[in-house]
């Protein structure tokens, strides 16, 4: 669990291991109770990352197997039905997405320093690829998890699925370990929201069953442009991917994908660690109007870190109630419920941050911690463009990233605008009008030659609209008209006009 000093209130349940996920002051640090893993749980944990790094929505039922196998010599064959897997794994292209030209960039999770290539074509560019002090052995361990043609297996992530496989309950066996309860939590706004329990111990006095929320992909109903159905679940994960990558600011719980059988029928979705004794969410407290008596209920530094987060992933639902307040005042905010997030370049007109959109603590000047927020983000932008393909999140949602952080880079980290005001750059008011983003889009389009147009809905509002030839509904591959010099055209064109807005304000573009 994680717990604020001095906050005994605040309890995130999650899976023993090595956990990053804390802020810069370490203001959450890791505490865990747990005993120590019987013998042979680190290889067992070896395979399951292995088995996880291959499969998109791995089967619950395959990771209890491999947690509650003896430890030997690695099978050639898996231990679960084969058709089985063949329903929730696919092959992952070996492609890597297009990085900005000449950027510079460190993941700091494997030590890489990458210089990415100033061409701009379909295939790899990364150049002069360099570990620093890394034996032959880390490096094929690294190489293992950034692999263009695995999906990458974080290990808290990993851990997440081994605990709710009934991995650190070695009086369990494998068959125990399949029968998982869902249990509905609430009738979802986005759709099905399930309680997804573990096994429960046989042993008495055993803690209770690890719990986490499932929301399956076969009951969104989510209705939003630029957002393809059935892809909830990978947009659940690249929240957690990019929030952690910049350093676990806005607390996303760990969330990864998974698949269990529930009546002979495969349910395939997100799994996030639950989050418990909260102190209730947003909409449950009263935000004062002035920053000083805001900052004593949650402080200048954790509201910017979610608003930062919230713009760099183009939120379209952030409310009150899905963003948490957890440990004593000052609280920390936990934010969730990330299925809406990432919409395509072109359909940018649904941002919502109702949540935190008025509080007064965004509308002061950024703080040095929010300053260097946006300072990795904008740093470790390739190597989190590169985490989001691999799972297979489309490209025109790394275009809407891309954008959005570079935006954060021009107005905050070099002008050092407030967030309330980069906020409003990507609002419509009123609704029925584009936004100023939206505007500077079609402005971009039109220098970079790909057709455009806002034409007016039935209800009177303006609807930007791309050729659909232009769109890349997939991460990689696929038909599109947009040509490597276009792309390069059109980034070339909107970073310029965030830079002139940047320097001069929304007169001087």
């Not at 760990?254 to 909260?278: D, H, L, P, W």
Request: net charge negative; with cysteine.
């Amino acid at each position: 669990m994680l717990v604020a000093p001095g906050s005994p209130a605040l309890r995130v349940v999650l899976p023993p291991g090595d956990h990053d996920l804390l802020d810069p002051a370490d203001t959450l640090r890791p505490v865990w109770a747990l005993g120590s893993p019987s013998p042979g749980d680190d290889e067992r944990k070896r395979r399951c990352r292995e088995f996880c790094a291959q499969c998109p929505y791995p089967p619950i039922s395959a990771l209890a197997q491999i947690a509650k196998s003896p430890v030997g010599p690695r099978p050639m064959d898996p231990p679960f039905p084969t058709e089985k897997l063949t329903e929730t794994c696919s092959t992952v292209s070996s492609e890597s997405p297009l990085l900005p030209a000449g950027d510079e960039f460190v993941d700091d999770d494997f030590e890489m320093h990458m210089q990415v290539s100033p061409q701009y074509d379909d295939l790899p560019g990364i150049l002069n690829f360099e570990l620093d002090s890394h034996s032959s052995a880390d490096f094929e361990h690294m190489f293992w998890e950034e692999s263009a043609t695995t999906r990458c297996a974080d290990s808290q992530q990993t851990d997440l699925l081994w605990s709710l496989a009934g991995g650190d309950s070695p009086e369990l066996d494998a068959q125990d370990v399949p029968v998982l309860e869902a249990l509905p939590v609430h009738d979802g706004q986005t759709g099905g929201v399930y309680l997804l329990t573990g096994p429960t111990s046989p042993r008495p006095g055993s803690p209770e069953p690890f719990k986490t929320i499932f929301k399956p992909v076969d009951e969104e109903r989510f209705e939003r442009r630029g957002i393809q159905p059935g892809t909830g679940a990978v947009r659940e994960e690249a929240a957690f991917v990019i929030d952690r990558m910049s350093g676990g600011q806005a607390n996303v719980p760990v969330t990864t994908r998974a698949s269990f059988e529930e009546g002979g029928a495969i349910k395939r979705g997100s799994v996030q660690a639950f989050v418990t004794e909260t102190c209730g969410a947003a909409e449950d407290f009263g935000m004062p109007r002035d920053v000083g008596s805001a900052a004593q209920m949650v402080s200048v530094d954790v509201a910017q870190a979610v608003a930062c987060f919230d713009i760099r992933v183009f939120n379209t639902d952030r409310h009150p109630g899905n963003l948490l307040m957890a440990g004593s005042r000052p609280y920390q905010c936990v934010c969730i419920d990330h299925g809406c997030v990432l919409p395509a370049w072109w359909a940018l007109d649904m941002a919502q941050f109702d949540a935190w959109m008025d509080w007064p603590q965004v509308k002061v000047p950024p703080t040095a911690g929010t300053l260097r927020i946006v300072e990795k983000a904008v740093l470790c932008m390739g190597s989190v463009l590169m985490r989001l393909q691999k799972l297979e999140l489309p490209k025109d949602s790394l275009w809407t990233y891309r954008i959005c952080t570079v935006l954060l880079e021009k107005c905050v980290l070099n002008r050092h605008k407030s967030l309330h005001e980069v906020a409003g750059l990507l609002i419509r008011e009123p609704p029925e009008q584009p936004s100023w983003l939206e505007m500077q889009i079609q402005r971009a389009c039109d220098e970079a030659g790909i057709p455009s147009r806002f034409t007016a809905d039935e209800n009177g509002f303006e609807v930007f609209h791309v050729d659909e030839s232009y769109h890349q509904p997939f991460p990689y591959g696929g038909k599109s008209e947009i040509s490597a010099a276009i792309e390069a055209r059109f980034f070339e064109v909107l970073f310029a006009i965030f830079e002139d807005y940047a320097n001069a304000g929304k007169e001087g573009c």
